[in-house]
C-alpha cells in the first residue's frame, strides 16, 4: 500500500513559475498512490484560474473519500490541505496549528480501513519558526483526537519546514515516534530542481510490518512544484 506526500506549491512550477496543474497530476499519477496527501492546495484564487483543485484532484484520480481544510485564507478563496483515499474513513478530524499572529496552519487526521486493517494517518504542514513547529508537535500530539488513535498503527507525513531535523529527537521522541526518512542525507525534497533540505518528513508509531520511504527525483516532479514528492509504502 502507498501513500504519497507532495507539497504542490499550488500548481505553479518551482522554477519556470507557470502554472500548469495537469503537470503536478501527472507527477502523482506515475507513482501509483493509494492516499494522497498534498499541502498548498488552491481553491478559487486568481493565481490559479480560480481552479477548484481540490475538486480536480477527486475527478482525475477518482477517490471519494476526501477532506479539504481551508487554512489561509484569500480575498474570494484560499490555501490548505488535501487529503484523497482509496479507501474509507473511519473517522476523521481537522485541527488547527495556528500559534497566536503566525500564518495559519493545520492537520488532518483519519482513521483509513485498509484492506490490511485500520491505519492512523495524519497530513499537515508546519510553521516557518523553530519554536512554533515544537509547538504544533506537541498540540497534535497531545490533542485528544489523535489519542482517539493510540491503539492504531500510526503514519504523520507532510511538509515539516524541519530545515535542523529537530522535531525526531525532540517531541517525537517523547511520545515514542520513530522517523521513517532517515537519514536526512537520502530524503532532500527542497527546492526540487536542486534538493537541499529534507523538509518533507513522515514519523511512525504502531504495528507495521512493513514500511519504507523514498523521495521521487523524476525529471517532472524537478519542474512541477518546488518541492519533491515524499512516498510512504506500507504493509500492516
Known amino acids: 500500500m502507498r501513500v504519497l506526500s507532495y507539497n504542490i506549491h499550488k500548481g505553479i512550477g518551482g522554477r519556470d513559475r507557470r502554472y500548469q496543474l495537469d503537470r503536478i497530476m501527472e507527477v502523482i499519477e506515475t507513482e501509483t498512490p493509494d492516499i494522497i496527501c498534498l499541502q498548498e492546495v488552491d481553491r478559487h484564487v486568481r493565481r490559479s484560474r480560480y ?33 484523497l ?44 519558526a523553530e519554536r512554533e513547529r515544537h509547538w504544533q508537535t506537541r498540540r497534535l500530539l497531545e490533542h485528544h483526537l489523535f489519542c482517539e488513535g493510540r491503539e492504531t498503527p500510526q503514519l504523520i507525513i507532510g511538509d515539516t519546514n524541519d530545515w535542523r531535523n529537530t522535531l525526531a529527537s525532540g517531541p517525537f521522541v517523547v511520545h515514542g515516534f520513530q522517523q521513517l526518512t532517515a537519514p536526512i542525507s537520502r530524503f532532500r525534497s527542497f527546492p ?21 520511504a523514498h523521495v521521487s527525483k523524476r525529471r517532472l516532479c524537478r519542474d512541477a512544484s518546488d518541492h519533491l514528492p515524499l512516498i510512504v509504502d506500507f504493509e500492516l
Open 51 to 83: 481552479d477548484n483543485q481540490p475538486e480536480r484532484f477527486a475527478e482525475r484520480f477518482g477517490f471519494t473519500h476526501r477532506m479539504y481544510q481551508l487554512n489561509v485564507q484569500l480575498k474570494s478563496g484560499g490555501y490548505g490541505n488535501l487529503v
Open 85 to 128: 483515499s482509496r479507501w474509507p474513513f473511519r473517522t476523521h478530524h481537522q485541527i488547527q496549528l495556528t500559534q497566536q499572529a503566525r500564518k495559519p496552519r493545520g492537520a488532518q487526521m483519519a482513521i483509513i480501513e485498509t484492506p490490511q486493517g485500520a491505519v492512523h494517518l495524519v497530513n499537515w504542514h508546519l510553521g516557518l
Open 192 to 212: 526540487a530542481y536542486l534538493p537541499l533540505g529534507s523538509l518533507d518528513k513522515a514519523f511512525w508509531r504502531g504495528r507495521f510490518s512493513q514500511l519504507s
